[in-house]
C-alpha cells in the first residue's frame, strides 16, 4: 500500500498531471483554491518520491527522470519533509473551510486531518522512519533492503534501453539509500531508539540471507537481465547489474549489518515502545494515526476483550456444528492447523496448487460483485508469491497497480511454509486482500473521478477496516454457504484482528511482554508458536497498527446500519458501497461526514 505519511510529507512538480476531472462551469473560488493547492501537493510529491511515481506508472514524459531515482532517505529531506508539512498547512489554513460544499469540503477535511496529525507528531519526536509508521528505521518489516529489491523487480518497467539503464541507476541508489538509513539509525541510537534486541535478530537473519546470495542468483541481478532479454535490448545487463551488486549494494547491506550488531549489544527485550523518548505520548499518537479517532489505549484495550469475547462464542457455535465440541475454541483452532486434510505440500507444486486455487476464488466472487457493487473495478488483480528472500518476517499484502492499468494490483502471499496456509484459512485470506477487499476498494478509488491525491492517501481504518468488513461481506454474499470450514476461517481471522488489539494495546500502553503477548495469541488463535511469534514481533515494529483493523471495520457496519435505519425501503447496499468506495479513503470522521450525505441525497431523490 501507498503510506499516507510519504505523502503527506513528500514534495516535488509534475507540469501536465491529470487531477482528475473538473466541473465544466468554474469553481466557486474557495474551491478554485482547494483544486490549486492539491494539484501542488501533487506535482511536489512526485517529485519528492520518485517511488511513487513509478508504482502509479507515472515515470515518463516531464517525469521520466524520475525512474533513476529513488527516494531521499537521508536526515535532511526528513528535515525538509517536517517543513514542507508546516507549509502546507499553512496554505491550506488559508482556504475559506465554511465556503465549501460536498466533495471539496471532504478533499479539504481530509487533507487538514493529514496535515494537522503529522504536525502534531513532529513537533513532539525526533525519530522514526518516515512513511514507514515505525519508530525504527531498520526492522523485519521496514528498510530499503527488504523494499526495494522487491519494488525494481516488479514496479520498475523495462520496455527500452533508456528502462534498463535507469534500473541500473536505481540498483546504485540503492546502495546510498541504504548509507542514508545507517545514519538515520545512528541519530536514532543516539536519542535513545533502538529496536529490541529480538527485532534485530530476525532482521539480521534476513539481511544475512540477502548477503550470501551470490551475484547470479540475485534478484535484482536476475530481473534486469532476464525482462531486457525479454524485449529483445542487447547488452550485458547481468554483468553491469553484478557489479554494482558486488561493489555497491553488498557493502551497504553489511555496513547495516555491522551498525546494527553493534547496537544489538545495547539493546533490551522490552517489546512495548513505552520505553522510548515520550514513549507513552508516541503510542497514544501512534494510536491515533493508524485508527484515525481519539479513543484511548485503555478504550481499545476493553474494545478488543469484547470482541474476542464474541468471536470465541461464534467459534464455538461453529465448531460444534461440525462435531467438533471438545476444549476451548483456540484448542479446536489449533487441531485443526495440523488436520493433514487441509493442507497443501510443502513444495514448489504444492504452493503453485495453493495460488491456483485462489484465483478460482477470485473468480468465484468476481461472478457475484454485481448485486452488491454498483461500480466495479475494471483492474485485475494478480496473485503472487512474497520473494522468499524477504519472507521470514513479511506478511500477506496487496500491492495497488498503475493508474493505467499497464501493471495489475497483485495480492502478495506469504509462502514460507504451507503448514502455516491451510486451506480452510485460504478463502478469506483472499476475499480481504483481493475482491471484495483490498483490490476493489483501492482500485475503485484510483479509477474513481477524484483529485489526484486523493487518490494517493491511504487511512489504515477506513483500507484495513474496509478490508475486515469484505471478509463479513463474503460471509452475506453466500461465498461459505457449502462451505463451514471457510466459515471457520472467517471468523478465526476475525477473532485474530481482535486478539491483535489486545496484544497492541498489552504491549505498548500495559507493559506487556513480548512473551505474554504471544501466549495471549496462542491461547486465543490457536496459530502455530511460528505464526503467533511473527504477528507479536509485528506489531512491537508497527504501534497502533493493529488496531485499525477492527476499529474500521466497526465503523464500517455502524455507518451501514445508520444508512439502512435511515433511509427505510430506498437503502440500497449498493448505493452505500458507492458512497463509501468512490469518495476515496478518508478519516473514520470524515467518512461518517460522507455517509451522511449520501443518506441526505436518497432521501432527496
Known amino acids: 500500500m501507498i503510506d499516507r505519511r510519504r505523502l503527506v510529507v513528500s514534495t516535488a512538480a509534475l507540469a501536465a498531471l491529470p487531477i482528475g476531472a473538473r466541473a465544466a462551469a468554474p469553481a466557486p473560488p474557495e474551491a478554485a483554491k482547494l483544486n490549486a493547492f492539491m494539484e501542488d501537493v501533487v506535482q511536489r510529491t512526485l517529485r519528492r518520491s520518485p517511488e511513487t511515481a513509478t508504482n502509479l506508472g507515472l515515470d515518463t514524459g516531464a517525469l521520466v527522470g524520475e525512474k533513476s531515482r ?14 514542507e508539512n508546516l507549509r502546507r498547512q499553512k496554505a491550506l489554513s488559508a482556504i475559506d473551510r465554511r465556503r465549501l460544499t460536498g466533495m471539496d469540503a471532504v478533499n479539504y477535511d481530509t487533507l487538514a486531518y493529514v496535515q494537522d496529525i503529522q504536525a502534531e507528531a513532529d513537533r513532539q519526536f525526533n525519530y522514526g522512519g518516515s512513511g514507514s509508521g515505525s519508530p525504527y528505521i531498520l526492522t523485519q518489516l521496514t528498510g530499503a533492503y527488504a523494499s526495494v529489491p522487491d519494488f525494481l523487480d516488479t514496479q520498475h518497467a523495462i520496455a527500452s534501453r533508456d528502462d534498463a539503464e535507469a534500473y541500473l541507476a536505481r540498483l546504485s541508489a540503492f546502495a546510498k539509500a541504504m548509507d542514508q538509513e545507517s545514519a538515520q539509525v545512528d541519530h536514532d541510537a543516539g536519542v535513545g531508539v533502538i529496536p529490541p534486541d529480538f527485532v534485530i535478530d530476525t532482521t539480521l537473519k534476513q539481511m544475512q540471507a540477502f548477503a550470501d546470495t551470490p551475484a547470479d542468483k540475485a534478484t535484482v541481478v536476475l530481473s534486469v537481465a532476464r525482462r531486457a532479454k525479454e524485449k529483445g535490448i542487447d547488452g550485458d545487463w547481468a554483468g553491469r547489474a553484478s557489479r554494482i551488486y558486488q561493489a555497491e549494494v553488498l557493502p551497504a547491506l553489511q555496513g547495516q549489518m555491522a551498525l546494527l550488531r553493534g547496537l544489538r549489544t545495547r539493546a533490551t527485550h522490552e517489546a512495548g515502545v513505552r520505553r522510548l523518548p515520550k514513549g507513552e505520548a508516541y503510542y497514544r499518537a501512534s494510536l491515533k494515526n493508524w485508527t484515525t479517532t481519539d479513543a484511548s489505549p485503555e478504550e481499545t484495550h476493553r474494545l478488543g476483550l469484547e470482541q474476542v469475547a464474541l468471536l470465541n462464542a461464534r467459534l464455538d457455535e461453529a465448531f460444534r456444528a461440525q462435531g467438533m465440541s471438545k476444549g476451548a475454541p483456540w484448542e479446536r483452532l489449533r487441531a485443526l492447523f495440523a488436520d493433514p486434510r487441509f493442507l497443501y ?7 503453485a496448487k495453493l495460488i491456483a486455487d485462489l484465483n478460482l476464488k477470485v473468480s468465484a466472487v468476481q461472478a457475484r460483485l454485481p448485486a452488491w457493487f454498483g461500480t466495479l473495478p475494471k483492474a485485475k488483480v494478480e496473485i503472487r508469491r512474497v520473494p522468499p528472500a524477504i519472507e521470514a518476517g513479511a506478511s500477506s499484502n496487496y500491492q495497488s497497480g498503475t493508474l493505467d492499468g499497464s501493471r495489475p494490483g497483485a495480492y502478495y502471499i506469504v509462502l514460507r511454509d504451507t503448514a502455516e496456509d491451510p ?10 486482500e483481493a475482491i471484495p477487499g483490498h483490490h476493489l476498494q483501492g482500485t475503485l478509488a484510483r479509477e474513481a473521478d477524484l483529485p489526484m491525491i486523493r487518490k494517493l492517501i491511504w487511512f489504515s481504518a477506513y483500507g484495513e477496516g474496509w478490508a475486515l468488513y ?40 500495559q507493559g506487556w511482554t513480548r512473551e505474554q503477548a504471544v501466549r495471549y495469541f496462542v491461547e486465543n488463535q490457536g496459530d502455530p508458536d511460528t505464526a503467533a511469534i511473527s504477528e507479536v514481533e509485528r506489531y512491537c515494529v508497527w504501534p497502533g497498527q493493529a488496531c485499525s483493523y477492527m476499529v474500521g471495520k466497526l465503523e464500517w457496519l455502524r455507518l451501514r446500519a445508520k444508512a439502512k435505519a435511515a433511509l427505510g425501503a430506498r437503502y440500497d447496499i449498493r448505493a452505500f458501497h458507492d458512497a463509501g468506495l468512490l469518495s476515496g479513503p478518508t478519516p473514520l470522521k470524515v467518512l461518517d461526514t460522507v455517509i451522511d450525505g449520501y443518506i441526505a441525497r436518497a432521501k432527496a431523490g
Do not use: C, F
Not at 71 to 82: I, Y
Open 345 to 351: 505440500p510443502n513444495t514448489d507444486d504444492g504452493k
Open 423 to 432: 486451506s480452510w484459512l485460504m478463502p478469506t485470506l483472499t476475499y480481504h
Open 470 to 509: 469484505a471478509e463479513q461481506l463474503a460471509e452475506e454474499m453466500g461465498l461459505y454457504d457449502t462451505d463451514p470450514w471457510g466459515r471457520i476461517g472467517y471468523l478465526h481471522d476475525a477473532l485474530l484482528r481482535a486478539a491483535r488489539i489486545v496484544m497492541d494495546t498489552g504491549l505498548h500502553s
Open 70 to 83: 529513488l527516494d531521499d532517505r537521508s536526515l535532511a529531506a526528513s528535515a525538509a519533509d517536517k517543513a
